[in-house]
Structures are given as structure tokens and as C-alpha cells.
């Protein structure tokens, strides 16, 4: 991964289910490509702002909102120019124990600002979606990935998040409703280009299996989750994520696990993870590895 070699690159992490770990897996693969060297941007789109929860930002008081990503998007909006620059959290302390690592950047949400934003781009209809996109673009000088965490359910918010990326990633856990998720986010990928007249073109990348047990611990509807990914065309990695307090925990310190537990699981999951990702990236769909499908049978 070295500096400045290509253009910078925009992942989406996205699904309808709420609390299967989309604002995990963007803030620890972020810390994963700071570590390989990178220069990332994790863009916090969901109102609740846990993205900045778990970076250790939490915006309140009149001057901080105007440092929000909501403001500056309304602001956009409305046709004003606010420079990202000026409102980005440098979280790259965070990296201090690190000599070769990357930078790590933050466009913080807050829940007002971000939910104004939200009735706005509703009110402007889907033309007005690629208002991020247009925003990120602008930042290609500063960044290797920038990374958008997004909001659960099907809102202005998630389509302008899927209209910014270049790619989008999905996130389900071994509970069937997290399948439905991620299918419907899969599908809606496929259709912003139209929706944005051709401006906007993200790739879907594949799946993320999070909260996942060891192969010991598989019940049938594990099974059933992991071949359904496979069947929904899915593109699951070969890497899942395994349940692990230390991820949960980590939310509490506002340090993402990967940096807490770089030698342990967290860093080592993340890690590999952060590889098939990239290794996508290179790769036509055709090459992809998935894993293999699993007899579950007598499985209950
Ligand atoms: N692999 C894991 N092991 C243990 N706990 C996890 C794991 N991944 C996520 N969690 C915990 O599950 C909860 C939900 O995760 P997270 O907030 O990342 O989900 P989300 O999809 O972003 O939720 P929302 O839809 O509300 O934005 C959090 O408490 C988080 O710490
Ligand atoms: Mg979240």
C-alpha cells in the first residue's frame, strides 16, 4: 500500500439492518489501512454518529455543529461552499504507537444537523444525492480510501452514501433478517447510476460476515445464513469477523479494536479482511474468492 499511487478510493458500508455492524467494520478496517500506511477518511453519514463515538469524537454545542458533516451538507445544499477541510477531526493521534502508519481523518456527524440534511436531500429528490460524492471529490489530494459509515433503513442518507462510493461493501450477521438486509442494500446498488443520470457508478464489492461463531459453534441457521449469501449472490469474503467483545468493547474507549488488539483477533481479522478487499478492487467479479458452500446437514 504505498502513498499517493492511485486515486483515492470510496468504500460504502451499507445495509438496511440496523446493529448487525456496519459503523464496526468501517472504523476498524479504517484503522487497518492507517497501519498499512494509508491515508483514510472515515465520512460518519448516520445520525447517530457512532462512527464518531467510536474514534473518540462526540459533537455538541453551538460551534461544534458547524463543524458536523450535516451542516456542511446542507450548507452545499443550498449552494454555499464550506471546504471540508476546515471542518475534519485529525484522529491520527490515535496512530501514535505506530512509526509506519498512515493518517486517519473524521467528518463527524451530529444528530440535528445530520437529520436536517436528511429532510433536505429528501425534499430535493434523488438529483440531489450526489452532493457528497461531489464533496469527496474534492479531497482526492488528501486521502488513499475514504470510508462512509451509513445509517440503517432506507433513508436520503443511505442513497446519497451509496451515490458517494466508488464501491459499497455490505454487512450481515448469522440471523435471518440480516440476510434480507443486506440482499435489498445488494440490490439498490445497481441502481443509482440510473437514478443519478450516469454521475454516480458504485461497484458492488461483497459481504461481510460479522458476529459469526467458530465452526465448532454452528447452528442451522448459521449454516443457513452462510450458503444463503452464497445463493443471493452475496460475494461473502473469505474472511469473516468473529464475535469478540473486544470489538464491542472498544466503542467504550473511542479507539477502534483494531488499534487496541493489532497482534491479537481484531487486528488479525480486520487485517485480512482489509487484503480481500483491496484484492477485489484489482479483480473482475469472475475472480472472486467466496467460501465454499457447507453441508449443514443434521444441523439444528
Ligand atoms: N464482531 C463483533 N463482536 C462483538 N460485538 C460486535 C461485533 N460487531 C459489532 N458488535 C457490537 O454490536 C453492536 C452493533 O454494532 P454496530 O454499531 O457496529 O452496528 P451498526 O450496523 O453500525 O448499527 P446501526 O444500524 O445502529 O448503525 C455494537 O454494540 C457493537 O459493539
Ligand atoms: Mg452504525
Same mark, same amino acid.
Given at each position: 500500500?504505498?502513498?499517493g499511487?492511485?486515486a483515492m478510493?470510496v468504500? !460504502?458500508?451499507a +445495509? ?10 468501517t472504523?476498524n478496517?479504517?484503522?487497518?489501512l492507517?497501519?498499512g500506511?494509508?491515508r483514510v477518511l472515515?465520512?460518519?453519514?448516520d445520525?447517530?454518529?457512532?462512527a464518531?463515538?467510536a474514534?473518540g ?8 455543529l ?8 446542507q450548507a ?6 464550506m471546504?471540508l ?6 484522529r ?8 509506519d502508519?498512515?493518517?486517519?481523518h473524521?467528518l463527524?456527524?451530529?444528530?440535528s444537523t445530520?437529520t436536517?440534511a436528511q429532510?433536505?436531500i429528501?425534499k430535493?429528490?434523488?438529483?440531489s +444525492?450526489?452532493?457528497?460524492r461531489r464533496?469527496?471529490?474534492?479531497l482526492?489530494d488528501?486521502f ?8 440503517p433503513?432506507?433513508s436520503?442518507?443511505s442513497?446519497t !452514501?451509496l ?5 459499497v461493501?455490505?454487512v450481515?450477521?448469522p440471523?435471518y433478517?440480516?440476510l434480507?438486509?443486506?440482499?435489498a442494500?445488494r440490490?439498490t ?8 443520470g450516469?454521475?454516480c457508478?458504485?461497484q458492488?464489492?461483497?459481504a ?7 465452526p465448532?459453534k454452528?447452528k !442451522? ?7 444463503g449469501m ?6 461473502p ?10 470489538i464491542s ?10 488499534l487496541?488488539f493489532a497482534?491479537h483477533?481484531p ?17 473482475p467479479?469472475q475472480?472472486?474468492e467466496?467460501?465454499d458452500?457447507i453441508?449443514g446437514?443434521?444441523l439444528?
Amino acid at each position: 500500500m504505498e502513498r499517493g499511487e492511485q486515486a483515492m478510493r470510496v468504500i !460504502a458500508v451499507a +445495509t438496511q439492518k440496523g446493529g448487525v455492524g456496519k459503523t464496526s467494520t468501517t472504523v476498524n478496517l479504517a484503522a487497518a489501512l492507517t497501519l498499512g500506511g494509508a491515508r483514510v477518511l472515515v465520512v460518519d453519514l448516520d445520525p447517530q454518529a457512532q462512527a464518531g463515538t467510536a474514534l473518540g469524537v462526540n459533537l455538541a454545542g453551538e460551534d461544534q455543529l458547524a463543524r458536523s458533516l450535516g451542516w456542511v451538507l446542507q450548507a452545499r445544499l443550498q449552494g454555499m461552499r464550506m471546504p471540508l477541510e476546515s471542518i475534519w477531526y485529525d484522529r491520527s493521534d490515535l496512530l501514535a504507537d505506530w512509526e509506519d502508519a498512515g493518517t486517519l481523518h473524521l467528518l463527524a456527524s451530529e444528530e440535528s444537523t445530520m437529520t436536517a440534511a436528511q429532510d433536505l436531500i429528501h425534499k430535493k429528490g434523488y438529483q440531489s +444525492t450526489p452532493v457528497l460524492r461531489r464533496m469527496l471529490l474534492e479531497l482526492q489530494d488528501h486521502f488513499d480510501y475514504v470510508l462512509i459509515d451509513t445509517p440503517p433503513a432506507v433513508s436520503s442518507l443511505s442513497a446519497t !452514501a451509496l451515490a458517494a462510493g466508488d464501491y459499497v461493501i455490505t454487512v450481515c450477521v448469522p440471523e435471518y433478517p440480516a440476510l434480507k438486509g443486506a440482499v435489498a442494500t445488494r440490490g439498490t446498488v445497481s441502481y443509482v447510476k440510473d437514478r443519478t443520470g450516469g454521475e454516480c457508478d458504485p461497484q458492488y464489492l461483497g459481504a461481510v460476515l460479522n458476529r459469526s461463531n467458530p465452526p465448532s459453534k454452528w447452528k !442451522a441457521q448459521e449454516v443457513n445464513i452462510r450458503n444463503g449469501m452464497l445463493d443471493a449472490k452475496l460475494a461473502p469474503f473469505l474472511t469473516d469477523i468473529r464475535r469478540d467483545e473486544r470489538i464491542s468493547d472498544s466503542f467504550a474507549h473511542g479507539v477502534p479494536s483494531v488499534l487496541r488488539f493489532a497482534s491479537h483477533p481484531p487486528g488479525k481479522m480486520y487485517g485480512e479482511l482489509m487484503w480481500q478487499i483491496l484484492g477485489r478492487m484489482e479483480q473482475p467479479p469472475q475472480k472472486w474468492e467466496t467460501p465454499d458452500r457447507i453441508d449443514g446437514e443434521g444441523l439444528r
